[in-house]
């Protein structure tokens, strides 16, 4: 037998989902308790192999992830980065094909023991490589921030424009000017007025309720130019 015919160790593959939403204005990350080794009883992001007969995509993994281990559907998920190598997991050699998903805070599942919502600045010690994904995650929302609809898919179903310009505001961390903001907004033309829906309030006049026009629910309005 020569070297060419030598079997070989095999590569995983696998999917890990960085689910991000707002939790009292903050950004939180949701961690799950491993139930198995390496790393059981350790808090990590949700992830798992990719099943090859029923998984037509790896984002068809990540959302089987989502669904079956966090028990949520219909997060805006898209493909991050893969990270790959030797180092990364003690069973060997691996690839990860690494996703970001945004939910807003009210469409997480109940409370459970083995979930955990924590604030990104406050994240505990992350097994594999972990902490890089998820770093990465955070750089790729803070900058498609600066120029799409992306925060959006933290909001609820119905929003004010007040609201929406502080969830952009949190994840940038600065002010933004409230005029020019609104410009913005016109110009990416993705929201709509809900006809005759205001939410009252009781220091001020009650304010347009807004959504996501059909067309990008799932897709992001780009501008041009940063915010």
């Not at 020569?2 to 939790?23: C, I, K, W, Y």
């Not at 900058?143 to 609820?156: A, D, E, I, R, W």
Request: charged share 20%; glycine share 6%; proline share 7%.
């Amino acid at each position: 037998m020569n070297q060419r015919d030598e079997p070989r160790a095999p590569v995983h593959v696998s999917v890990d989902v960085v689910l991000l939403t707002l939790v009292e204005q903050q950004l939180h990350a949701v961690l799950l308790r491993r139930a198995a080794a390496p790393f059981a009883g350790v808090w990590a992001l949700p992830g798992g192999y990719i099943h090859a007969e029923e998984d037509a995509d790896a984002k068809a993994s990540a959302a089987r992830v989502l669904r079956s281990k966090v028990g949520i559907e219909g997060a805006y998920l898209e493909q991050l980065a893969t990270f790959t190598g030797p180092a990364r997991d003690p069973r060997g050699w691996s690839v990860a094909i690494a996703y970001c998903a945004l939910l807003p805070v009210q469409k997480l599942p109940p409370e459970r023991e083995d979930i955990n919502v924590v604030a990104v600045s406050e994240l505990p010690q992350l097994p594999f490589d972990h902490r890089s994904i998820l770093n990465a995650a955070l750089a790729r929302v803070r900058s498609k921030s600066l120029y799409s609809s992306l925060p959006v898919h933290l909001c609820g179903e119905t929003f004010t424009l007040p609201q929406l310009q502080q969830v952009y505001e949190n994840l940038l961390g600065e002010t933004l000017n409230k005029v020019s903001f609104r410009r913005k907004m016109d110009e990416m033309d993705w929201l709509e007025a809900v006809p005759g829906a205001m939410q009252s309030g009781a220091a001020h006049r009650p304010a347009q309720l807004y959504r996501v026009k059909p067309v990008f629910r799932q897709e992001l309005a780009l501008s041009p130019r940063g915010l």
